[in-house]
Each structure stands twice: as structure tokens, then as C-alpha cells.
T-cell receptor, first 115, second 112 residues
Framework: DSGVTQTPKHLITATGQRVTLRCSPRSGDLSVYWYQQSLDQGLQFLIQYYNGEERAKGNILERFSAQQFPDLHSELNLSSLELGDSALYFC??????????????FGPGTRLTVL | GEDVEQSLFLSVREGDSSVINCTYTDSSSTYLYWYKQEPGAGLQLLTYIFSNMDMKQDQRLTVLLNKKDKHLSLRIADTQTGDSAIYFCAEKGGSSARQLTFGSGTQLTVLP
């Protein structure tokens, strides 16, 4: 158990809908990362937050957004869902990207299925 | 941009050593990681190596880094059936954001 929690574990929804994925980082970690794992694209970095502020953006679609709240939990919002958005979404947390060794610990993931 | 490549499949016999290879392109990589993913599970950190090291050993795991060739390998000694999983190599670049760039993963199958 990495200490990172993600809810829900599974999500099944229809095209055009909007969903919210939730992540709670390990105790003491200030940085949260979101990754998408799909069969065709592999593991791709989406977005990073540090202490409530957006730090970096990767291959995140404009239909997707995220935020990190004062209690440091994070939510990833996916809207106007398409079939191709079906994937495993992982959250990872780390203490601080400023540290030399800033290991990321991954949550168990949320499996999103868009029908 | 950064790119990390791995072979897709590896099969070994139980008790043998497994060697999983990875190449990367970002010369500013600071740390390189190996993660393990079992079916239906998240990514479990196995080990990491700093870019100025050549080797790191941790129980049955040995990581070798050839920085000149940008080649990383993970050796698992005395491979067991419980080691069957997908192994991901990842590199952390020199940018301030520190996100990881992952390889495609190597599916390790351990045969009895």
C-alpha cells in the first residue's frame, strides 16, 4: 500500500458525460501528479500540482481539468467524454519536486470505461 | 522531447535471472526508476538510481546504468512466479516540474 488513495476504483459512463476522479496523497506529500494509462498511448503524464498550484502540464486535453484543494487532495475532471478516454487514471504524490530525490508513489488507479 | 524505450515481452524460467532493458534519450535525466505493475494494480516503486551512479543493488534487484549509451537495465536474480508483472522504466528529466516519462513497459512472464 503506497498510501495514495484514489476513488472510485471503477467508473462506467456514457459518451458526452462528465466525471470526477479523486486522489488523496500520502501524508506529508505536497505534490500530486495525474497520469493516464491506455493501451495505445501507454503511461502519459497529464498534469502536476504542488501545494495547490498548477506546476506542469503534459498531454492533457482541454476537456480535462484538475485542481488541488487546501487539504491537498486533488480532483481530475473529465468532460464531454469520448470512447477514447477509456483508460486507467493514476494519481501519484511526492513530497516536493524541489527535492533532489523526489520519489513518486502511485495510487491504485481509477479505471474509466466510456460506453 | 524525452523518449524511453523498452522491449515489450520477456519470458524466463523460474530460478533464472531476468534482465529487462531500457533506453532513454534525455541527457539531462537526473533519476531513473523501475516500477512494477501487477494485473489490476497500481504501480509499485521497485528501485531508482541517480544518474551519476553506475550500479545499485537492492536484494534480488540490480540496476545498471550506462549514462554514455543512455541504457538502463534491471536484473532480477532467482526470478520467481510472483515476479510476473509489467515492469516500467521511467526517467525524471532536468525540468523543474519533475514529471516522469515512462517506457511502454516490459511484460515479464516467469515459467515454472
Amino acid at each position: 500500500d503506497s498510501g495514495v488513495t484514489q476513488t472510485p476504483k471503477h467508473l462506467i459512463t456514457a459518451t458526452g458525460q462528465r466525471v470526477t476522479l479523486r486522489c488523496s496523497p500520502r501524508s506529508g506529500d505536497l505534490s500530486v501528479y495525474w497520469y493516464q494509462q491506455s493501451l495505445d498511448q501507454g503511461l502519459q503524464f497529464l498534469i502536476q500540482y504542488y501545494n495547490g498550484e498548477e506546476r506542469a502540464k503534459g498531454n492533457i486535453l482541454e476537456r480535462f481539468s484538475a485542481q488541488q484543494f487546501p487539504d491537498l487532495h486533488s480532483e481530475l475532471n473529465l468532460s464531454s467524454l469520448e470512447l477514447g478516454d477509456s483508460a486507467l487514471y493514476f494519481c501519484a504524490s511526492s513530497v516536493s519536486p524541489a527535492r533532489a530525490v523526489d520519489t513518486q508513489y502511485f495510487g491504485p488507479g481509477t479505471r474509466l470505461t466510456v460506453l | 522531447g524525452e523518449d524511453v524505450e523498452q522491449s515489450l515481452f520477456l519470458s524466463v524460467r523460474e530460478g533464472d535471472s531476468s534482465v529487462i532493458n531500457c533506453t532513454y534519450t534525455d541527457s539531462s535525466s537526473t533519476y531513473l526508476y523501475w516500477y512494477k505493475q501487477e494485473p489490476g494494480a497500481g504501480l509499485q516503486l521497485l528501485t531508482y538510481i541517480f544518474s551519476n551512479m553506475d550500479m545499485k543493488q537492492d536484494q534480488r534487484l540490480t540496476v545498471l546504468l550506462n549514462k554514455k549509451d543512455k541504457h538502463l537495465s534491471l536484473r532480477i536474480a532467482d526470478t520467481q512466479t510472483g515476479d510476473s508483472a509489467i515492469y516500467f522504466c521511467a526517467e525524471k528529466g532536468g525540468s523543474s516540474a519533475r514529471q516522469l516519462t515512462f517506457g511502454s513497459g516490459t511484460q515479464l512472464t516467469v515459467l515454472p
